[in-house]
């Protein structure tokens, strides 16, 4: 385990981010209210939404499939460190910190995002 920001929220949907290393998984358990608010502050770009912002603001990938594999580490990196931090509560902040981390240290590993 990564991170745990979901323990209170039982019952409320959780959003995992984790890495598979070998039968082992390295997760960081996210509440969806932490989630929807850290993704709601990612602004689109001049050709629109683009990464995971698409696919939040779609209900799509891990809504549909999940678990999902995220298909570009790099730009949903990217697409994350453009985030006001100051814009988070303090536990937002964490938590955007740990999946930034996540995302640096496996850009070519296969991260997935389970939705449950």
Same mark, same amino acid.
């Given at each position: 385990? !990564?991170?745990?920001? +979901?323990?209170?929220?039982?019952? +409320?949907? =959780?959003?995992?981010?984790?890495? %598979? !290393?070998? =039968?082992?998984?390295?997760? !960081? ?15 689109? @770009?001049?050709?629109?939404? #683009? ?5 939040? #603001? ?15 580490? %790099?730009?949903? /990196? ?5 985030? @006001?931090?100051? /814009?988070? $509560?303090?536990?937002?902040?964490? *938590?955007?910190? =740990?999946?930034?981390?996540? /995302?640096?240290?496996?850009? @070519?590993? $296969? *991260?997935?995002? =389970? +939705?449950?």
């Amino acid at each position: 385990m !990564i991170g745990d920001y +979901y323990t209170g929220f039982e019952g +409320y949907p =959780e959003i995992d981010f984790y890495i %598979k !290393i070998g =039968e082992k998984r390295e997760v !960081i358990r996210i509440w969806d209210g932490y989630f929807d608010n850290i993704m709601q502050k990612i602004q689109p @770009n001049d050709d629109g939404w #683009h990464s995971l912002a698409y696919y939040y #603001h779609l209900d799509e990938g891990w809504y549909e499939d999940s678990p999902w594999k995220i298909p570009n580490n %790099k730009d949903a /990196l990217q697409q994350l460190q453009t985030i @006001n931090i100051k /814009l988070l $509560d303090k536990k937002e902040q964490i *938590i955007l910190k =740990e999946i930034i981390n996540l /995302l640096k240290e496996n850009l @070519n590993s $296969d *991260i997935y995002i =389970e +939705y449950s």
